[in-house]
T-cell receptor, first 114, second 112 residues
Framework: AQSVTQPDIHITVSEGASLELRCNYS??????LFWYVQSPGQGLQLLLK??????LVQGIKGFEAEFKRSQSSFNLRKPSVHWSDAAEYFC????????????FGQGTRLTINP | KAGVTQTPRYLIKTRGQQVTLSCSPI?????VSWYQQTPGQGLQFLFE???????NKGNFPGRFSGRQFSNSRSEMNVSTLELGDSALYLC???????????FGPGTRLTVL
């Protein structure tokens, strides 16, 4: 069965510092991988996706993620965080027809110190 | 293009009642998926509909059901509500297979 692990429940970084959120997945076939962000009381916004091709993918808001098949990882990075990046971040793997059933990690809550 | 819309945004029910939530996908999107989000269990897949047919179903009891109409709008129904059904219910739509899902703002259901 597919599964996603986000080892860090809560991360605090200072504004302007770099950020890396970890994600490990378990999936037998070629994974379809996603990062979503959720602000309090809101739905999920897609940051970026990996379907195939270049393993370094660029997303919105200055985020990028790198797919490493050998490590079953899809870590999210941002070189310099802004206070508005404070939110909860979810990594997900798509199953069934590529992406029509998402299995999510437990999420990482990001706090930004001024 | 308008995003995914969900109605109502907030709902309060009592145990034993039933509830119907509605989702309108992005125009042209034919796949609609539903997810339940709770603090304890996180985000869990409920079911997915495509062209009025349920294609995938998660591990939820039969009290949870859904349907999709010919215009791709979808509804989900929860019967005999339990306290544990209190959650944020998220709907997502996608254009086709192998495409990303776009989420609505969710319906916050509170069961008293």
């Amino acid at each position: 069965a597919q599964s996603v692990t986000q080892p860090d429940i809560h991360i605090t970084v200072s504004e302007g510092a770099s950020l890396e959120l970890r994600c490990n997945y378990s999936y037998g076939a070629t994974p379809y991988l996603f990062w979503y962000v959720q602000s309090p009381g809101q739905g999920l916004q897609l940051l970026l996706k990996y379907f195939s091709g270049d393993t370094l993918v660029q997303g919105i808001k200055g985020f990028e993620a790198e797919f490493k098949r050998s490590q079953s990882s899809f870590n999210l990075r941002k070189p310099s965080v802004h206070w508005s990046d404070a939110a909860e971040y979810f990594c997900a793997v798509g199953a069934h027809q590529g992406a029509q059933k998402l299995v999510f990690g437990q999420g990482t809550r990001l706090t930004i110190n001024p | 293009k308008a995003g995914v819309t969900q109605t109502p945004r907030y709902l309060i029910k009592t145990r034993g009642q039933q509830v119907t939530l509605s989702c309108s996908p992005i125009s042209g999107h034919r796949s609609v998926s539903w997810y339940q989000q709770t603090p304890g269990q996180g985000l869990q897949f409920l079911f997915e509909y495509f062209s009025e047919t349920q294609r995938n179903k998660g591990n939820f009891p039969g009290r949870f059901s859904g349907r999709q109409f010919s215009n791709s709008r979808s509804e989900m129904n929860v019967s005999t509500l339990e306290l544990g059904d209190s959650a944020l219910y998220l709907c997502a739509s996608s254009l086709a297979d192998y495409n990303e899902q776009f989420f609505g703002p969710g319906t916050r259901l509170t069961v008293l």
